[in-house]
């Protein structure tokens, strides 16, 4: 059974720093290509970073040079540092392995409850 539990979210100031963790089991999670989504209210839910099995990484231009992503494959765990945090960047954020078949990125597990980010002063 899939789960990806994901953790690290709350209150922080403008400015600030948050790291995010996601928790995977039930697949083999270093063969996977990994991401982060957020979903802000009202809005669709985007991909802000990736990571390969390879480790190689990629990010929306709104994050790039704030946001760095990584993984552990020895703890089945990925993690998101969030620097430099803005309000925009306030969502649940989500984490989900990319669909080895898809042609584009496409999130392969259903998905977990998310982590909330709150950036307000």
């Known amino acids: 059974q899939v789960q990806l539990v994901e953790s690290g979210g709350g209150l922080v100031q403008p400015g600030g720093s948050l790291r995010l963790s996601c928790a995977a089991s039930?697949?083999?999670?270093?063969?996977?290509?990994m991401g982060w989504y957020r979903q802000a209210p009202g809005k669709q839910r985007e991909l802000v970073a990736s990571?390969?099995?390879?480790?190689?990484?990629n990010y929306t231009d709104s994050v790039k040079g704030r946001f760095s992503i990584s993984r552990d494959n020895a703890k089945n765990t990925v993690y998101l540092q969030m620097n430099s945090l803005k309000p925009e960047d306030a969502a649940v954020y989500y984490c989900?392995?990319?669909?080895?078949?898809?042609?584009?990125?496409?999130?392969?597990?259903?998905w977990g409850q998310g982590t909330q980010v709150t950036v307000s002063s």
């Open positions: 990571i390969t099995r390879g480790t190689n990484t």
């Open positions: 039930g697949f083999a999670f270093s063969f996977r290509t």
């Open positions: 989900n392995a990319r669909h080895p078949l898809a042609a584009g990125w496409v999130p392969y597990y259903s």
